[in-house]
């Protein structure tokens, strides 16, 4: 049995490296539950199929296969597996494995009807429901895997398997499924979604909705959350994520009482569940979320304040929750049912920062993160004048944003969004040029000027950063992230040789802030070792620049064996800032 990881993408979840997405425990778990032995069960991500050839090493009975992104993305830690992909996988195997069974699962749900009709012209099975249910079933039919793909599939009136699991089901799979996490290239750097319900909690939906898919919410137990992390943290796991769900503050709220489309949210589920998860888990070393809802909190201030303050006293430093604004746009908060007005955003955006923008090994504990969206309804060219001039506002107010996401629409048969667009009531995104060449001018405008300003605030020259894992390299840097939520990427000159042995090693490390660019913050190894130096690298000391660090190797003869003390006291001469971290603030320099 092979569980095969193209990685997935959505606004309520996400598996790509670091992550390993739910869908895949959740899918191992539910072949354990069915009688299939843990030590039948392989797991393999896209990424290693690539590298292997595009082949299997063994054959495999059964392969399920998890798929599909429902938003675009741009991937450090891994590259996501294509629709084109998925079918040259199925065509393949076929060929060399006739009687091998494939399942699809995941997003890939969702796809157009032509690659539906292909994939199962192909011979694999695209679950429209949850994959695990089907796989359950699978693993526990008294026959073959041949004869239970006859049974279930070839004899089925619908080819649609639409059949959904339960949060009893789920709390069965989670628990036994834990196992993956010691099959991931990535361990023990791995960072594990955690989901707590899935569908929406609002009474009206975005126009591009997917998650209303999933229809009413259904809410997980508490105990069942904890046992998973519990036995997760068994097996030495660290790092975790509530990360499914589309509004953590709506965990468990007041479903009897609405505003503004709103549940009320109530502060004592969330003091459950984070004060759980750190019973279960006690020494782990990430506690980061995704999603909440900015119009929730303008709604109720006053439950949002203690929940925002019970999370940052569970959390992790450097947590990022993401606010899906879309537009600040009337015409298009009209047009799309879109959660809150720009005033509404802004409040939010101050009860978060009430909190949150404390420090702590200095990051802030907790920062709002804004997604924008481009191809909706009622856009124009006014659109992205109003999105530029909320963010600057925001900006010049004092208030801390971690980051901003700027993607255009992927429109979903049967969202709204797609209905007003094939009646012409919207258009689709790219068909005006002018609009296009607008988005693209003001996207390029925020990145220089509102970005790279939040990116300084955030992370002030000398602010360390702990557990950088360095993932690649690109134009004479490597490029690192920490382990977190919406981790900010970190340029380090390939001069830079102790990260050199990191980046071999595949382990992380400190480094220290030494600027900000757009959308990614430069860094070098800490503590610093300046004799393991380049002179790109030693350059980028605060205070130095090229012309000193060209000096430096003159004077000194640094590749000849100067001592740690004679460089510091020549750094010093020059004006480097050597100064000692403070360990309640972002230090303004660093230590040698």
């Given at each position: 049995?092979?569980?095969?990881?193209?990685?997935?993408?959505?606004?309520?979840?996400?598996?790509?490296?670091?992550?390993?997405?739910?869908?895949?425990?959740?899918a191992?778990?539910?072949?354990?539950?069915?009688?299939?032995?843990?030590?039948?069960i392989q797991?393999?991500?896209?990424?290693?199929?690539?590298?292997?050839?595009?082949?299997?090493?063994?054959?495999?009975?059964?392969?399920?296969?998890?798929?599909?992104?429902?938003?675009?993305?741009?991937?450090?830690?891994?590259?996501?597996?294509?629709?084109?992909?998925?079918?040259?996988?199925?065509?393949?195997?076929?060929?060399?494995?006739?009687?091998?069974?494939?399942l699809?699962?995941?997003?890939?749900?969702?796809?157009?009807?032509?690659?539906?009709?292909e994939?199962?012209?192909?011979?694999a099975?695209?679950?429209?429901?949850?994959?695990?249910?089907?796989?359950?079933?699978?693993?526990?039919y008294?026959?073959?895997?041949?004869?239970a793909?006859?049974?279930?599939?070839?004899?089925?009136?619908?080819?649609?398997?639409?059949?959904?699991?339960?949060?009893?089901?789920?709390?069965?799979?989670?628990?036994?499924?834990?196992?993956l996490?010691e099959?991931?290239?990535?361990?023990?750097?791995l960072?594990?979604?955690?989901?707590?319900?899935?569908?929406?909690?609002?009474?009206?939906?975005?126009?591009?909705c997917?998650?209303?898919?999933?229809?009413?919410?259904?809410?997980?137990?508490?105990?069942?959350?904890?046992?998973?992390?519990?036995?997760?943290?068994g097996?030495?796991?660290?790092?975790?994520?509530?990360?499914?769900?589309?509004?953590?503050?709506?965990?468990?709220?007041?479903?009897?009482?609405?505003?503004?489309?709103f549940?009320?949210?109530?502060?004592?589920?969330?003091?459950?569940?984070?004060?759980?998860?750190?019973?279960?888990?006690?020494?782990?070393?990430?506690?980061h979320?995704?999603?909440?809802?900015?119009?929730?909190?303008?709604?109720?201030?006053?439950?949002?304040?203690?929940?925002?303050?019970?999370?940052?006293?569970y959390?992790?430093?450097?947590?990022?929750?993401?606010?899906?604004?879309?537009?600040?746009d009337?015409?298009?908060?009209?047009?799309?049912?879109?959660?809150?007005?720009?005033?509404?955003?802004?409040?939010?955006?101050?009860i978060?920062?009430?909190?949150?923008?404390?420090?702590?090994?200095?990051?802030?504990?907790?920062?709002?993160?804004?997604?924008l969206?481009?191809?909706?309804a009622?856009?124009?060219?006014?659109?992205?004048?109003?999105?530029?001039?909320?963010?600057?506002?925001?900006?010049?107010?004092?208030?801390?944003?971690?980051?901003?996401?700027?993607?255009?629409?992927?429109?979903?048969?049967?969202?709204?969004?797609?209905?007003?667009?094939?009646?012409?009531?919207?258009?689709?995104?790219?068909?005006?040029?002018r609009?296009?060449?607008?988005?693209?001018?003001?996207?390029?405008?925020?990145?220089?000027?509102?970005?790279?300003?939040?990116?300084?605030?955030?992370?002030?020259?000398?602010?360390?950063l702990?557990?950088?894992?360095?993932?690649?390299?690109?134009?004479?840097?490597?490029?690192?992230?920490?382990?977190?939520?919406?981790?900010?990427?970190?340029?380090?000159p390939?001069?830079?040789?102790?990260?050199?042995?990191?980046f071999?090693?595949?382990t992380?490390?400190?480094?220290?802030?030494?600027?900000?660019?757009?959308?990614?913050?430069?860094?070098?190894?800490?503590?610093?070792?300046?004799?393991?130096?380049?002179?790109i690298?030693?350059?980028?000391?605060?205070?130095?620049?090229?012309?000193?660090?060209?000096?430096?190797?003159?004077?000194?003869?640094?590749?000849?064996?100067?001592?740690?003390s004679?460089?510091?006291?020549?750094?010093?001469?020059q004006g480097?800032?050597?100064?000692?971290?403070?360990?309640?603030?972002?230090?303004?320099?660093?230590?040698?």
């Amino acid at each position: 049995m092979l569980i095969l990881d193209f990685y997935v993408d959505e606004p309520a979840c996400f598996g790509v490296p670091p992550y390993l997405s739910p869908y895949c425990r959740y899918a191992a778990g539910a072949l354990v539950a069915g009688g299939i032995p843990q030590e039948k069960i392989q797991y393999l991500t896209v990424d290693q199929w690539r590298n292997q050839g595009k082949t299997l090493s063994d054959d495999h009975e059964l392969i399920l296969l998890v798929a599909g992104t429902t938003v675009p993305g741009k991937y450090l830690g891994g590259r996501i597996g294509t629709v084109t992909e998925v079918l040259e996988f199925i065509r393949f195997q076929k060929k060399q494995d006739p009687s091998c069974t494939i399942l699809l699962g995941g997003p890939i749900r969702y796809a157009d009807r032509n690659i539906q009709d292909e994939i199962r012209e192909l011979g694999a099975y695209l679950i429209r429901g949850d994959l695990e249910v089907y796989a359950e079933r699978m693993a526990s039919y008294p026959g073959s895997i041949k004869e239970a793909a006859e049974a279930i599939f070839e004899k089925s009136r619908y080819p649609v398997y639409s059949e959904k699991r339960n949060y009893e089901q789920v709390d069965r799979y989670a628990s036994r499924g834990a196992f993956l996490t010691e099959l991931h290239p990535n361990r023990p750097y791995l960072i594990l979604e955690l989901e707590t319900y899935r569908g929406c909690t609002r009474d009206v939906f975005c126009s591009f909705c997917t998650e209303a898919f999933y229809g009413k919410p259904e809410f997980r137990s508490l105990d069942g959350i904890l046992d998973e992390v519990q036995e997760l943290y068994g097996m030495g796991n660290r790092y975790f994520r509530l990360g499914r769900q589309a509004d953590l503050m709506t965990y468990l709220p007041n479903m009897n009482d609405f505003q503004n489309s709103f549940p009320r949210p109530i502060p004592d589920s969330l003091e459950q569940l984070y004060g759980g998860i750190r019973a279960a888990a006690p020494d782990l070393k990430l506690l980061h979320l995704d999603n909440i809802n900015p119009g929730l909190i303008s709604t109720f201030p006053d439950e949002s304040r203690k929940i925002i303050e019970i999370i940052c006293k569970y959390n992790t430093a450097g947590d990022t929750a993401a606010m899906g604004m879309e537009s600040a746009d009337p015409e298009v908060i009209k047009k799309n049912d879109l959660k809150a007005s720009p005033e509404e955003i802004k409040r939010a955006i101050e009860i978060v920062n009430e909190f949150g923008a404390k420090r702590d090994q200095g990051l802030p504990r907790l920062l709002p993160g804004l997604n924008l969206l481009h191809g909706l309804a009622g856009e124009s060219e006014k659109t992205f004048e109003y999105n530029y001039k909320f963010l600057k506002d925001i900006l010049d107010s004092g208030l801390l944003l971690r980051r901003i996401n700027i993607r255009q629409t992927v429109t979903y048969r049967n969202t709204r969004l797609d209905r007003m667009q094939r009646t012409g009531e919207s258009k689709r995104p790219g068909k005006s040029e002018r609009i296009h060449q607008r988005f693209i001018y003001y996207r390029d405008k925020i990145r220089k000027e509102i970005d790279h300003a939040f990116l300084l605030k955030n992370f002030p020259v000398g602010t360390l950063l702990h557990e950088v894992i360095l993932e690649s390299t690109n134009e004479g840097y490597y490029l690192g992230r920490p382990l977190g939520s919406y981790p900010v990427t970190v340029k380090i000159p390939l001069d830079d040789r102790q990260a050199a042995q990191y980046f071999e090693n595949k382990t992380p490390m400190t480094c220290f802030v030494t600027g900000a660019e757009e959308r990614s913050i430069r860094g070098l190894t800490f503590p610093l070792q300046v004799s393991r130096m380049g002179s790109i690298a030693f350059s980028q000391i605060p205070g130095i620049g090229r012309k000193a660090s060209s000096r430096l190797f003159a004077d000194l003869g640094l590749r000849k064996g100067n001592s740690e003390s004679e460089i510091q006291n020549w750094l010093t001469e020059q004006g480097a800032r050597l100064v000692p971290a403070d360990s309640e603030s972002p230090a303004t320099a660093v230590s040698v």
